[in-house]
């Protein structure tokens, strides 16, 4: 079988077909031929990426793309209620999300709680003959229950406002020109 001559093209299916067909060669045996890639020059790297396609560059008359000012992104439209911007830092933004995230996990678990209370109660109102002991202990584990609830209702709203007074703090240290 004679070798396969290829076009001088570096597309990527053409660069994979020539690569696969090395493969097979040197798995029968033959000896494989060096696969020569066109060198690329300096000015088809900086106006092309690979496949050809130009880079913005290129299509901008070799200049670079301009870079837009750090404004925001919101449009304003004239006639409207101005909205104003207020930059939070790193440490802000994780204590919020902190804060916000504690009490949801905290009303998350007061739920859990009101449902074994809800559970515990029920099932003792049918438990009709069960031994004074066994009702007892279910009292007490729906007493807990009910009390952990409140507990945790009560840190998932001082959560809440200690995370609305840190908004606040910020709205207050922020100048508007």
């Given at each position: 079988m004679a070798d396969k001559q290829y076009p001088e093209s570096t597309s990527p299916g053409d660069v994979i077909r020539r690569l696969f067909d090395a493969y097979?060669?040197?798995?029968?045996?033959?000896?494989?031929p060096p696969l020569d890639l066109p060198k690329e020059d300096s000015d088809a790297a900086s106006t092309e990426v690979p496949g050809g396609v130009p880079t913005?560059?290129?299509v901008a008359g070799d200049k670079p793309?301009?870079?837009?000012?750090?404004?925001?992104?919101l449009d304003r439209v004239p006639g409207r209620r101005p909205i104003k911007e207020y930059p939070l830092t790193k440490n802000e933004l994780w204590t919020l999300g902190g804060l916000q995230a504690a009490s949801g996990i905290a009303f998350s678990?007061?739920?859990i709680?009101?449902?074994?209370?809800?559970s515990v109660k029920e099932q003792i109102a049918?438990?009709?003959?069960?031994?004074?002991?066994?009702?007892?202990?279910?009292n007490g584990v729906g007493d807990m229950a009910w009390y952990g609830m409140i507990a945790l209702l009560i840190i998932g709203v001082m959560l809440l406002i200690i995370s609305g007074?840190?908004?606040?703090?910020i709205?207050?240290?922020t100048a508007h020109d």
């Amino acid at each position: 079988m004679a070798d396969k001559q290829y076009p001088e093209s570096t597309s990527p299916g053409d660069v994979i077909r020539r690569l696969f067909d090395a493969y097979e060669q040197g798995l029968r045996g033959k000896e494989l031929p060096p696969l020569d890639l066109p060198k690329e020059d300096s000015d088809a790297a900086s106006t092309e990426v690979p496949g050809g396609v130009p880079t913005r560059e290129a299509v901008a008359g070799d200049k670079p793309a301009r870079r837009r000012t750090k404004r925001t992104s919101l449009d304003r439209v004239p006639g409207r209620r101005p909205i104003k911007e207020y930059p939070l830092t790193k440490n802000e933004l994780w204590t919020l999300g902190g804060l916000q995230a504690a009490s949801g996990i905290a009303f998350s678990l007061a739920g859990i709680c009101f449902g074994q209370w809800s559970s515990v109660k029920e099932q003792i109102a049918f438990a009709n003959g069960s031994r004074p002991q066994v009702v007892g202990y279910w009292n007490g584990v729906g007493d807990m229950a009910w009390y952990g609830m409140i507990a945790l209702l009560i840190i998932g709203v001082m959560l809440l406002i200690i995370s609305g007074f840190n908004v606040v703090k910020i709205i207050k240290g922020t100048a508007h020109d």
